[in-house]
């Protein structure tokens, strides 16, 4: 697997732009933009790689795994560094148009440093080498959500870092009782030797507590919507889309690899809170008067569809863990766009009370446009990312007889709709109160738009992202049962 | 290994004397600190882990991880007292409890 050492330069790229706009802000959002291309084209690189050799696999510094560190990348792996140098490319061009100068000053070091955080967490080979950028990553977070230090953003973000720090702790937790256990953390040898132990699931429950608090699943979501809520529309299109991802791809792996095969019936409880998610984060987001919270709430319904997969994927393997990768993918797009087109509107009435929206349709139409267009895969319309996502999910459910699994499903989507809708309703009515509009730069439009379409464009790309996705086999360790 | 033993068990309790102030205590600088507890406890856990090889000289590979986790603890109780004193200056008091009735 010789060659171009992509992993590295994922990370470095973002690290040094980072430095070098906190050292000259004058340069940032040039500099900050050509560190965002040249990241997609690095994340394209590694996937001819990929496609090419097969799995990436690049010990630092010639020092090998159970000493030194390892970064790895399979399909799973590239799929996430790719929607994040989407998102992360989406986000900046909004951010032009979105930031005063001197806040663009701010936005862009804090944003590559969170950048180089996500693209080494997708990377990472080991379990601390993941609790490292966890942290890398929700100290940016935290900052970024600070941004604009309002009341509001403030509270949002101290809420948020407690949460997180919380989660990181116990996370670690986890891993020192792991390698206390098994003597390693690479994640490829604690796979060989995990046995089901009472250590095994004492560090399971604790790595497991701690995510589940940073991916915000029900009934550990109260950091969410403030937080998501109260930071500026490309900070919140990044958490909602990236963030929450990161600690759901942890899990994930941890489940895959390490503790799904032990198979003890964990996976219903995820079901059953994902069900949960799914239920009250719709309600609540129905229940919104503020277009922020609702998009905010509407996350946290969403994380809930991708816990489901893990026990529709006892018994069909593969398929759950495809629709549920390909749920997470078109989330992060729609959920993008989403916030940056609330983001247009805020900037556009002033405001983000849903029932004020004045005659929108006529006056932003690309922006209207990209809501519903997110809209529709958030609610799972074909043909759309999310109706290929929730359509193999619960074909899955169907399938296996999980009846409630299905029912949940359906009237998620229904509440879904119920809460677009209700969004854009009031986009097509004139208010109460009209206001002077406040021009809303091409360049946000156009990335809200840009990023809509990408969710919707996804459903048409079911089989070569299918094909990616099993690059390395992440799915089969868990696989369909014999 | 029984020392250790005992070691071990003190970091589970700091770890969870931490958890418990960081639940009840409404003043900021408090919960920072319950935090800092908690991150001390898993330190003292690993720490005492690296000696349950029972040789002369401990496994280090812990202890790498303890120097990390201290410099992850110290930027991030940093960030939190930074946050604390801006929160502090914008609503007057270092706490979050009271911010659904304002917000409203």
């Known amino acids: 697997m010789t060659g171009t050492p992509w992993g590295i330069i994922l990370i470095m790229l973002p690290l040094a732009g980072g430095m070098i706009c906190f050292l000259w802000p004058r340069v940032s959002t040039v500099l900050g933009l050509l560190t965002s291309l040249a990241v997609a084209v690095s994340v394209a690189g590694l996937g001819w790689q990929l496609q090419e050799y097969g799995v990436y696999r690049h010990a630092i510094g010639g020092w090998g795994a159970p000493l030194g560190i390892d970064l790895y990348a399979d399909g799973l792996s590239l799929l996430m560094l790719a929607v994040t140098a989407l998102v992360g490319l989406g986000v900046g061009i909004y951010s032009t148009g979105y930031f005063s100068c001197e806040d663009s000053q701010r936005f862009w070091p804090i944003w590559l440093f969170l950048l180089a955080a996500l693209n080494a967490l997708f990377l990472a080979a080991d379990i601390f080498?993941?609790?490292?950028?966890?942290?890398?990553?929700?100290?940016?977070?935290?900052?970024?959500?600070?941004?604009?230090?309002?009341?509001?953003?403030?509270?949002?973000?101290?809420?948020y870092l407690l949460a997180t720090l919380l989660g990181s702790l116990a996370y670690l937790f986890g891993v020192a009782l792991l390698y206390h256990g098994f003597g390693t953390v690479d994640i490829g040898m604690l796979a060989e030797r995990v046995?089901?132990?009472p250590i095994a699931w004492a560090a399971f429950g604790l790595m497991g507590a701690g995510l589940m608090l940073k991916t915000a699943l029900f009934p550990m979501h109260f950091w969410l919507p403030p937080a998501h809520a109260s930071a500026p529309a490309p900070v919140s299109a990044l958490l909602s889309a990236l963030v929450v991802k990161a600690s759901f791809y942890i899990l994930l792996r941890l489940w895959l690899t390490i503790f799904g095969p032990l198979n003890e019936g964990i996976e219903l409880l995820f079901g059953l809170l994902g069900m949960m998610a799914i239920l009250w984060g719709s309600l609540q987001a129905l229940r919104q008067t503020r277009l922020k919270l609702l998009i905010a709430y509407s996350t946290v319904a969403q994380i809930g569809y991708l816990f489901l997969a893990f026990p529709l994927a006892m018994t069909t393997g593969a398929s759950a863990w495809h629709a549920m990768a390909y749920l997470a993918l078109s989330h992060a797009l729609a959920k993008a766009a989403m916030f940056l087109a609330a983001g247009n509107l805020l900037r556009f009435g002033g405001h983000d009370r849903i029932a004020d929206l004045d005659r929108v349709v006529q006056r932003l139409p690309l922006t209207a446009g990209a809501f519903a267009l997110?809209?529709?895969?958030?609610m799972g319309l074909p043909p759309?990312?999310?109706?290929?996502?929730?359509?193999?999910?619960?074909?899955?459910?169907?399938?296996?007889?999980?009846?409630?699994?299905?029912?949940?499903?359906?009237v998620g989507g229904l509440l879904a709709a119920a809460y677009i809708f209700k969004v854009l309703g009031h986009t097509f009515t004139q208010a109460d109160i009209s206001h002077e509009p406040v021009a809303v730069p091409a360049s946000m439009e156009w990335a809200a738009l840009l990023?809509?379409?990408?969710?919707?464009?996804?459903?048409?790309?079911?089989?070569?992202?299918?094909?990616?996705?099993?690059?390395?086999?992440?799915?089969?360790?868990?696989?369909?049962s014999p | 290994m029984n020392s250790a033993f005992l070691y071990a068990l003190v970091g589970v309790g700091l770890f969870s004397l931490g958890l418990y102030a960081l639940i009840i205590?409404?003043?900021?600088?408090?919960?920072?600190?319950?935090?800092?507890v908690m991150g001390s406890g898993v330190f003292l856990v690993l720490i005492a882990l690296a000696k349950r090889t029972g040789l002369a000289v401990p496994d280090p590979v812990p202890h790498a991880m303890v120097i990390t986790g201290i410099v992850v603890a110290v930027s991030a109780t940093a960030l939190a007292l930074v946050l604390m004193l801006k929160l502090v200056a914008a609503t007057g008091h270092a706490e979050l409890s009271d911010d659904q009735r304002e917000s409203q």
């Not at chain 1, 048409?460 to 099993?470: K, M, R």
Request: glycine share 12%; hydrophobic share 55%; charged share 10%.
């Open chain 2, 25 to 36: 205590h409404t003043h900021l600088l408090r919960k920072i600190l319950a935090i800092n």
């Open chain 1, 384 to 410: 759309s990312g999310g109706f290929i996502g929730k359509w193999l999910l619960l074909e899955a459910a169907l399938a296996q007889g999980h009846w409630g699994i299905a029912a949940i499903m359906l």
């Open chain 1, 129 to 159: 080498n993941l609790y490292v950028t966890l942290e890398l990553m929700g100290l940016a977070a935290v900052a970024l959500t600070s941004l604009t230090g309002s009341k509001d953003a403030l509270r949002g973000a101290m809420r």
């Open chain 1, 195 to 197: 046995e089901s132990y």
């Open chain 1, 451 to 480: 990023l809509a379409m990408g969710a919707v464009l996804l459903g048409f790309l079911a089989s070569p992202i299918f094909s990616l996705l099993d690059i390395g086999n992440a799915f089969s360790l868990n696989g369909v």
């Open chain 1, 374 to 378: 997110a809209g529709v895969s958030i």
